[in-house]
């Protein structure tokens, strides 16, 4: 499942670990500090490759890519379209 | 600049032997390869390396006066040694030409009180046997460093603390408070050092040794006002003759001086003033081969420019990476960035070319408010004055272009990086906020039982720490002061500085640093330092029509140098083997399954962000610096 896979991309490139028990689905990146400012980036560059989607600049916003549900609905949303 | 190491009160009355100073005076033989030399006393043995470069054939020290009751060692430069002889010292029997004699007749003539008659740079050690005190005296802002540990009333003091360690007189332990302080604001707070036990004297302090007691006296700090009055035009002029003079004294030396030229304002700024009075002058210039990085194309039209004899160093990868662990030798100190170990490189071509003295740009940022980070506070107070504005944070994105995170175009994230605590504009720390979150994301790497034992409450430390209250400055200023106070002498001064000059012997001069300089734009209106978001404005007005075009109107460019990239060129792999799961399991700091996937995440080449290149140099550096010094 993508969101699996995405949850242990975050868990090992940003907070360096596999304990799964320290990122829930709707924790903020930001907020959180667990991605910061250039950080974005890197899940952008992920998204994009691993799913075959281009994000564009109006989407690279916090209600889209700013939490582990936030980045599977709007991966969804970008497929279906 | 040259070494000094010593012994005060020994213990019980009873000289240790004569090899402990030599063996401290060797350890920073590269701070005074020239000659060495003792005093011996009852109480004391000061010791001396001594780079020659005022009075060549008489300058040796230790300097005594006549009856020889007061003698001094000291590392640094009397700029004002002249002015200070027929000012107030014109019947006194010097038998010597050279700066340091002014310290101990000025001394008779003033006693303690004559610190604040000294411009320059300095870290001295004067004994009074008449009065059986000791002082030992740091200049204002922390060029010249000096450290000291003291058992009882014994104290060993030296300019770096590898001498303090010699000969086991201490058992070295890392200082793990002090480490919390260092991940946040890249320095531990003065007095305190990353080594339990060896503290410094903090920039414009001394220590009065006696017998029975040590004390700590302040004689200077950093202050700021409005109080200047006068036109544009008129305060620049003063402005100008006083730079002119910080740079001419600057150039009193006995071997010939040159200069640093980054391509940026400030060293710019100096060879203007140098041209000015005819100096015929040698520059040099790191070059990178990353276009980001590098500044060649304005370092070579300056040297046109003013029609400087030009070298440069273009510090390579694999250059960088062979000189990371040399570098943490010489700093004493983990780093957050790879930046020091290119000056290292620097001044060891500025020693290749018979160069002793070099003036350089440093101070320009701190004393005319220059820095982003200033900036950064100045937009988020402007900010937090309407916090659901939109264009008042977009403001911020101007400020760091070479920042990914600006191609984002979305202010909700620059909300979510600089939002944090907006409205707390009383903090000392206030500025320092966002980067503070970065750096201090080390913690995370750091073992459950060793955290436990970090103090990051940071903004409580430092306000038990400096003598200002919240509100006293306001924003701007406090900015100036906190990084004046810690991140300058900390880690601009020390390990981008005097220690990566003094590695290859040569000593760095900076007229920003004049402590006239600073005390004239501490009382300037802070429009004149940041005129809207224009930084150091004064300063662009004065050389506006001296310095080329394309200096002026760049854009500010931070010194920088490549971390993970550079770091991942060492031979053999050898620095990556100190990331090693037994490395890190033998200095029991960081969690090695983390630091694994730290290092899996740089060898893919994914890890390009700030974040993670601070993470990875900082971790390298930490483990080297434990390893040379802790466990060694």
């Known amino acids: 499942m993508f969101k699996d896979k995405l949850r242990l991309f975050i868990l090992e490139n940003f907070l360096f670990t596999e304990d799964q028990s320290e990122l829930e689905d709707d924790d903020s990146f930001m907020e959180k500090e667990i991605i910061d400012s250039t950080g974005i980036l890197e899940v952008i560059e992920y998204l994009e490759e691993e799913c075959g989607i281009k994000i564009e600049d109006e989407e690279m916003i916090p209600d889209n890519l700013d939490s582990i549900n936030k980045v599977i609905n709007f991966v969804n949303q970008k497929q279906k379209n | 600049m040259c070494g000094i190491a010593g012994i005060i009160n020994y213990a ?4 240790p032997s004569d090899k402990l100073v030599s063996t401290m005076l060797e350890l920073i033989q590269h701070r005074g390869p020239d000659t060495y030399g003792n005093y011996i006393s009852k ?14 054939e008489g300058g040796d020290q230790p300097i005594y006066n006549i009856d020889k009751s007061v003698s001094v060692v000291f590392n640094g430069e009397i700029y004002n040694y002249i002015e200070l002889k027929s000012q107030y010292l014109s019947d006194y029997p010097f038998y010597t030409f050279s700066d340091t004699e002014v310290i101990v007749a000025l001394y008779e003539k003033f006693g303690i009180d004559f610190i604040s008659y000294l411009n320059g740079q300095f870290a001295i050690c004067l004994y009074d046997s008449k009065l059986e005190k000791t002082y030992l005296i740091r200049d204002r802002v922390g060029i010249c460093p000096l450290f000291y540990f003291q058992k009882g009333n014994t104290i060993l003091f030296a300019s770096e603390m590898k001498s303090i360690l010699a000969r086991n007189q201490l058992t070295p332990t890392i200082n793990l408070p002090a480490f919390s302080d260092f991940i946040h604001l890249w320095t531990p707070l003065s007095p305190d050092t990353l080594f339990n036990g060896i503290k410094e004297v903090s920039p414009g302090c001394y220590l009065e040794v006696q017998l029975d007691s040590v004390r700590n006296f302040r004689y200077w700090d950093f202050t700021y006002s409005s109080s200047t009055l006068g036109s544009l035009r008129e305060i620049t002029c003063q402005l100008d003759s006083l730079l002119e003079d910080a740079v001419n004294i600057r150039l009193r030396s006995d071997v ?17 003033y140098l041209k000015k009075n005819g100096v015929n002058l040698s520059t040099f210039s790191l070059t990178f081969s990353d276009e980001q990085l590098n500044e060649e194309k304005f370092q070579k039209e300056v ?17 960088i990476a062979d000189n990371f662990i040399s570098t943490i030798w010489h700093t004493e100190t983990p780093l957050f960035r790879t ?10 071509k500025v020693h290749d070319k018979g160069y002793k003295v070099v003036l350089t740009g440093e101070g320009a940022d701190e004393v005319f408010g220059g820095y982003d980070i200033f900036k950064e506070a100045k937009i988020r107070e402007f900010w937090s004055r309407n916090p659901d504005s939109l264009w008042r944070p977009g403001l911020l994105r101007k400020l760091y272009p070479y920042l990914d995170f600006t191609k984002i175009n979305s ?3 620059l909300k979510q990086v600089f939002g944090h605590n907006l409205n ?8 320092y906020q966002t980067r503070a979150k970065t750096t201090s994301s080390v913690a995370d790497f ?9 103090d990051n409450n940071i903004e409580n430390k430092v306000r038990k720490k400096f003598p200002v209250t919240s509100g006293q400055y306001g924003v701007f200023n406090t900015a100036q002061y906190i990084e004046s106070k810690t991140i300058m002498p900390g880690y601009i001064l020390s390990s981008q500085g005097d220690r990566m000059l003094m590695a290859n012997s040569v000593e760095g001069r900076y007229p920003f640093l004049d402590h006239r300089v600073i005390e004239f734009a501490g009382n300037l209106r802070n429009s004149l330092k940041m005129n809207g978001l224009n930084e150091k404005f004064i300063l662009k007005e004065l050389v506006k029509d001296r310095i080329p075009k394309a200096v002026l109107k760049r854009p500010k460019q931070p010194y920088r140098a490549p971390d993970i990239k550079a770091l991942m060129y060492s031979k053999n792999n050898q620095l990556l083997d100190y990331l090693s799961e037994s490395e890190i399991n033998k200095n029991h700091l960081f969690d090695p399954s983390r630091v694994n996937k730290l290092v899996k995440k740089a060898l893919s080449g994914r890890a390009k962000s700030v974040k993670d290149n601070m993470l990875f140099t900082t971790i390298l550096s930490t483990q080297i610096w434990m390893d040379k010094f802790i466990n060694h």
């Open chain 2, 411 to 413: 202010s909700d994230y």
């Open chain 2, 339 to 348: 930046s020091p170990t290119p000056m290292m490189l620097l001044s060891s």
């Open chain 2, 12 to 15: 019980d009355g009873v000289p």
């Open chain 2, 424 to 431: 707390n504009t009383d903090d000392l720390l206030y500025a």
């Open chain 2, 446 to 454: 750091l073992l459950k039982d060793i955290a436990s034992e970090m």
């Open chain 2, 303 to 319: 040297s046109s420019h003013f029609s400087t004899r030009h070298n440069s160093v273009q510090a390579e990868y694999q250059l």
């Open chain 2, 256 to 272: 010939p001086v040159a200069a640093y030229l980054s391509g940026g304002l400030d060293s710019t700024i100096i060879l203007s």
């Open chain 2, 43 to 56: 109480f004391n043995h000061l010791g001396h390396a001594r780079l020659s470069i005022i009075d060549l």
